[in-house]
């Protein structure tokens, strides 16, 4: 491509500040990656790259004498971030403004530039200045979404000169429309689940467990009230042990299986069975120098004593430790040990 | 206690013959430091020898359960008796552990 003395020089400075601009380019990416990690804001990706000669000499061929110097190209880093969720990009966005001091008269708002009636790009772009350096580089902000939209709108060739047949720009257009729908749809479900949690939480800490349904959140949240500690430490206190921490979440299955439908069935269990759980713990154990225990012995041990109170046997023992352990012959021998024992003890005797 | 340590390729296998109360579990700490270090690739107890476990050989256990956890590699406890099997369960460590027989 033969280029204009003017274009040239610009082509010379760029060539000679590229490695500045590649290694810019991976720490300002680094930086900004860093911000939103310790931020908390979860992004599905940060891409960036350095546009290239050939790219750069396109753009001066084309509009060369719109630019005095190098410098007054802003977009030769390239950074790219990729939301999950629509309002992710304003929270990116603000990251930015604290990282970088912004060129707002460079920087646009393509989500604002629609009339009403129009779909299409959405994307928000940032000019920044690269600390302590004449150069800019640009930062987009788009969802996921916005990001599969543009790109299928890229190679539909908006820049390859073909005029392409209305109906496809229409089709294009109507599908923009229908994914701005879904990036709110996904939005308005976070908040939902958000307050959902939110309300379960309170329910929770104010007792009323029998309102919450029983599922995979409402069970971390019950955990917070430490449900299995009173259990557990008399079951250690039998022989000094220590209790070894543990999760406690391959239980929810187990409740889930045994009937319970709400935190309430839960709590009930505790109460109802905490003593013959402490009587099979304390059978087992007191004769023995055994000094450690998990803490998922509490649950494990309450659950045998109510499938028993409950008549469910051997059967329903085996099938405990079959959901506990993984399948095993040996279950089954374990669970004929443990009713034989539990036979004995004054919870089944009453 | 008397125990051997062989390594083939990402698997480290100890076979671990006899009681493994207190006295025998301090013997066997140095050995069981280097295992500890075999924890990033798969580390096979077998017990099928092993007719006694008591809270010392259960904290050795729960240590390399520990370790590989930190380096990304797994315990198997092979071929244990039914009354050892017994003894994790009473004290929940059941399901802690991949028991294979």
């Given at each position: 491509?033969l280029?204009?003395?003017?274009?040239?020089?610009?082509?010379?400075e760029y060539?000679?500040d590229?490695?500045?601009?590649?290694?810019?380019?991976?720490?300002?990416?680094?930086?900004?990656?860093?911000?939103?990690a310790s931020?908390?804001?979860?992004v599905a990706?940060?891409?960036s790259r350095v546009?290239?000669?050939a790219?750069?000499?396109?753009k001066?061929d084309?509009k060369g004498?719109?630019?005095?110097?190098?410098?007054?190209?802003?977009?030769?880093i390239?950074?790219r971030v990729?939301?999950?969720?629509?309002?992710?990009?304003?929270?990116v966005?603000?990251a930015?403004?604290?990282l970088f001091?912004?060129?707002?008269?460079?920087?646009?708002d393509?989500?604002?530039v629609?009339?009403?009636d129009?779909?299409?790009y959405?994307?928000?772009?940032?000019?920044?200045?690269i600390?302590?350096?004449r150069?800019?580089?640009?930062v987009?902000m788009?969802?996921?979404?916005?990001h599969?939209?543009?790109n299928m709108?890229h190679?539909?060739?908006?820049?390859?000169g073909v005029?392409v047949?209305?109906?496809y720009l229409?089709?294009?257009?109507r599908?923009?429309?229908?994914?701005e729908?879904?990036?709110e749809q996904f939005?308005?479900?976070?908040?939902?689940?958000t307050?959902?949690?939110?309300r379960?939480?309170?329910?929770?800490?104010?007792?009323n467990?029998?309102?919450?349904?029983?599922?995979g959140?409402?069970?971390?949240?019950?955990?917070?009230?430490?449900?299995?500690?009173?259990?557990?430490?008399?079951?250690?206190s039998?022989?000094?042990a220590?209790?070894?921490?543990?999760?406690?979440?391959?239980?929810?299955?187990v409740?889930?299986?045994?009937?319970c439908k709400?935190l309430?069935?839960i709590s009930?269990?505790i109460r109802d069975c905490?003593?013959g759980?402490?009587?099979i713990?304390?059978?087992?154990?007191?004769?023995?120098?055994?000094?450690?225990?998990s803490?998922?012995?509490?649950?494990?041990?309450l659950?045998?004593?109510?499938?028993?109170?409950?008549?469910?046997?051997?059967?329903?023992?085996?099938?405990?430790?079959d959901?506990l352990?993984?399948p095993?012959?040996?279950?089954?021998s374990?669970?004929?040990?443990?009713v034989e024992?539990a036979?004995?003890?004054?919870?089944?005797?009453? | 206690?008397?125990?051997?340590?062989?390594?083939?390729?990402n698997?480290?296998?100890?076979?671990?013959?006899?009681r493994?109360?207190?006295?025998?579990?301090q013997?066997?700490?140095?050995?069981?430091?280097?295992?500890?270090?075999?924890?990033?690739?798969t580390v096979v107890?077998?017990?099928?020898?092993?007719?006694?476990?008591?809270?010392s050989?259960?904290?050795?256990?729960?240590t390399?359960?520990?370790?590989?956890?930190v380096?990304?590699g797994?315990?198997i406890?092979k071929?244990i008796s039914?009354?050892?099997?017994?003894?994790?369960?009473?004290t929940?460590?059941?399901?802690?552990f991949?028991?294979?027989?």
């Amino acid at each position: 491509m033969l280029l204009d003395p003017h274009s040239q020089a610009i082509l010379e400075e760029y060539r000679t500040d590229l490695p500045f601009f590649k290694e810019k380019s991976e720490e300002l990416t680094r930086k900004v990656r860093d911000f939103l990690a310790s931020a908390g804001i979860i992004v599905a990706a940060i891409e960036s790259r350095v546009k290239t000669e050939a790219s750069l000499s396109g753009k001066l061929d084309l509009k060369g004498n719109k630019y005095s110097s190098l410098a007054d190209i802003t977009d030769i880093i390239g950074m790219r971030v990729i939301t999950f969720y629509i309002d992710d990009v304003d929270k990116v966005a603000s990251a930015l403004e604290r990282l970088f001091d912004v060129d707002w008269e460079n920087s646009v708002d393509k989500r604002k530039v629609h009339e009403i009636d129009s779909f299409g790009y959405l994307s928000l772009h940032y000019i920044c200045r690269i600390p302590d350096s004449r150069y800019r580089f640009e930062v987009q902000m788009r969802t996921v979404l916005q990001h599969a939209w543009a790109n299928m709108n890229h190679d539909t060739g908006y820049k390859s000169g073909v005029e392409v047949p209305r109906e496809y720009l229409r089709n294009l257009n109507r599908l923009a429309g229908m994914l701005e729908l879904v990036d709110e749809q996904f939005s308005q479900i976070r908040m939902d689940l958000t307050d959902y949690r939110r309300r379960v939480r309170a329910l929770v800490a104010s007792g009323n467990l029998d309102e919450v349904p029983l599922d995979g959140d409402t069970f971390k949240s019950f955990l917070a009230l430490h449900p299995f500690d009173q259990l557990n430490r008399r079951i250690a206190s039998v022989n000094q042990a220590e209790i070894h921490e543990q999760s406690f979440m391959p239980f929810l299955k187990v409740f889930k299986d045994l009937g319970c439908k709400t935190l309430g069935d839960i709590s009930s269990i505790i109460r109802d069975c905490s003593e013959g759980a402490y009587q099979i713990a304390c059978y087992q154990i007191g004769l023995t120098d055994l000094d450690i225990i998990s803490s998922t012995i509490g649950p494990q041990d309450l659950c045998i004593a109510y499938i028993l109170i409950q008549g469910g046997g051997k059967a329903g023992i085996k099938y405990l430790f079959d959901l506990l352990n993984g399948p095993a012959p040996s279950n089954e021998s374990m669970a004929e040990m443990l009713v034989e024992q539990a036979g004995n003890l004054p919870f089944m005797n009453q | 206690m008397e125990i051997t340590i062989n390594k083939s390729d990402n698997v480290t296998t100890v076979r671990m013959i006899g009681r493994l109360d207190t006295t025998a579990a301090q013997e066997i700490a140095k050995d069981m430091a280097a295992v500890e270090a075999e924890t990033a690739g798969t580390v096979v107890l077998d017990c099928s020898e092993m007719t006694y476990i008591s809270s010392s050989g259960l904290r050795i256990f729960l240590t390399l359960r520990k370790e590989a956890a930190v380096r990304g590699g797994k315990v198997i406890v092979k071929s244990i008796s039914n009354d050892i099997r017994q003894v994790f369960m009473m004290t929940g460590f059941l399901n802690l552990f991949q028991i294979e027989d």
